[in-house]
């Protein structure tokens, strides 16, 4: 590891980590989990917890008692209770089908929403605010552009319910109007969980949304973990405090071939794993893995060959006052960059070596992310964040390649009612290459949302 990934990787770390010994220090109790609620982020979700219309499936129970109360509770809490919950990601349904005891819940719900962008100085050719995408020569024709898109516009189902002899299990659909052309319906997730196993279409186990700062973008951050799999995970909480998660993942890599390379077919399992650490009902700090087999055939030699890919990732989410939020994470390592917001675009996954005809190698890459968020009222915020990410390749790599590329987004939300959600946004990003040419973009949105 040379001095430059030394740099990169420790230095926000460094910061993470101040930041979340500085808010572990003295926890405030909560009633029931023992974990402080009084960010005006909880206040907020509150809202939107209270925000229920519950329809009997079969029947009204005349005098519920408080166990009946606690048991309805429960329910509707484990409709927002998701480790890999993100900013915008839709609320629990408007309208919840009960059972008469509260044993078994059903919704369906989701979201309208529509954003529109104005770029200029050379507009990105996507929806999404990628630094990778800005064009280092831009096209004079498309040096201004206005556009919209109801992408992100989503429909899910969910049924959650209670076994006394299975425990608790959860069935969830979400699809999204982004596939072709940014309207087709896109399926997004899909998995069942019982008690702590979850198979399904779902989140990586290598990645921390809740750590991820709000952006009216969909892109978000330049060094973003989101990527969707299918996936078999067993995450279990110790206590109110304490978790961990392992996971084997359906792999899907990104390589770059050549004349004398050739991808060979993905033919092991990802394995992925997360501890994790609360001390607060939305404040965590969280440390990740994955680890990955890559194979490639020589042509030359007539061989297949196999690397191994890896990654880490420290992500915490903080409230250091009420009004104020902390998002913070650091990722590093080899081979993971299908996996990164970026990076995924370029394949680098694995790479032709620049020395060696007929070989591929795992390059480095790094990145990080920090976000800070005010709320004026529990329903109103702004936010700044700022990300970078770092393809490290072996030197005589073609100078017009990607080096690094950086994102900084200011933004303002205002939830006009529990439901109704709207955004402003500046975004900003550089791209830079191996040769030293550079180049910057910029652009305004703005969203509006309608939850259900």
């Not at 979850?198 to 952006?215: E, K, M, Q, R």
């Not at 902390?326 to 694995?350: H, M, P, T």
């Not at 439901?419 to 830079?432: A, C, P, S, Y």
């Amino acid at each position: 590891m040379n001095n430059i990934t030394l740099k990169y990787l420790i230095a926000p770390v460094l910061i993470i980590g101040a930041i979340s010994v500085s808010n572990g220090a003295t926890p405030k109790k909560r009633t029931g989990e023992g974990l402080r609620s009084n960010s005006m982020v909880d206040m907020q979700e509150d809202s939107l917890r209270r925000n229920h219309k519950i329809i009997y499936i079969d029947g009204r129970p005349e005098n519920p008692q408080q166990e009946y109360e606690d048991s309805l509770r429960h329910m509707i809490d484990m409709f927002y209770f998701d480790q890999f919950r993100n900013f915008s990601d839709p609320a629990a349904p408007y309208f919840l089908f009960m059972s008469k005891d509260a044993q078994l819940a059903m919704g369906v719900g989701g979201c309208v929403r529509m954003r529109g962008w104005y770029d200029w100085g050379g507009a990105i050719p996507a929806n999404g605010f990628a630094p990778y995408l800005i064009p280092m020569e831009p096209d004079p024709t498309n040096m201004k552009k206005f556009g919209t898109t109801p992408s992100g516009s989503s429909l899910f189902f969910r049924v959650i319910g209670r076994n006394k002899k299975l425990g608790d299990y959860q069935l969830y659909i979400e699809a999204n109007f982004n596939g072709y052309g940014g309207k087709d319906f896109h399926l997004k997730k899909a998995y069942a969980t019982l008690n702590d196993w979850t198979v399904g279409y779902a989140p990586t186990t290598f990645s921390d949304p809740a750590a991820l700062p709000p952006t009216v973008d969909a892109s978000g951050p330049n060094n973003k973990l989101s990527a969707t799999s299918v996936l078999v995970r067993y995450l279990h909480p110790f206590t109110n405090r304490w978790s961990i998660a392992v996971s084997l993942e359906t792999p899907a890599s990104g390589i770059n071939e050549s004349e004398n390379t050739k991808k060979v077919s993905d033919w092991l399992p990802d394995a992925a794993a997360f501890v994790q650490y609360n001390w607060g009902r939305s404040e965590h700090v969280r440390l990740a893995g994955i680890i990955r087999t890559l194979g490639y055939r020589d042509l030359l030699q007539k061989k297949n060959f196999n690397k191994i890919g890896w990654g880490l990732l420290l992500s915490t989410v903080a409230h250091p006052i009420p009004a104020m939020t902390i998002y913070g994470n650091v990722c590093g390592g080899q081979g993971f960059e299908s996996l990164c917001a970026d990076l995924q675009i370029g394949n680098y996954d694995l790479v032709v070596s620049p020395n060696t005809p007929g070989k591929m190698y795992a390059p480095w890459a790094v990145g990080w992310n920090l976000g800070l968020q005010y709320n004026f009222l529990p329903n109103l915020f702004a936010s700044v964040s700022f990300s970078e990410s770092r393809y490290l390749p072996e030197k005589g790599t073609d100078g017009s390649e990607y080096k690094w590329g950086n994102f900084m987004a200011v933004n303002v939300f205002w939830n006009i009612t529990p439901r109704i959600q709207t955004g402003l946004e500046f975004d900003t990003g550089e791209r830079k290459n191996i040769d030293g040419r550079h180049r910057r973009a910029q652009r305004v949105g703005a969203m509006a949302q309608f939850s259900f």
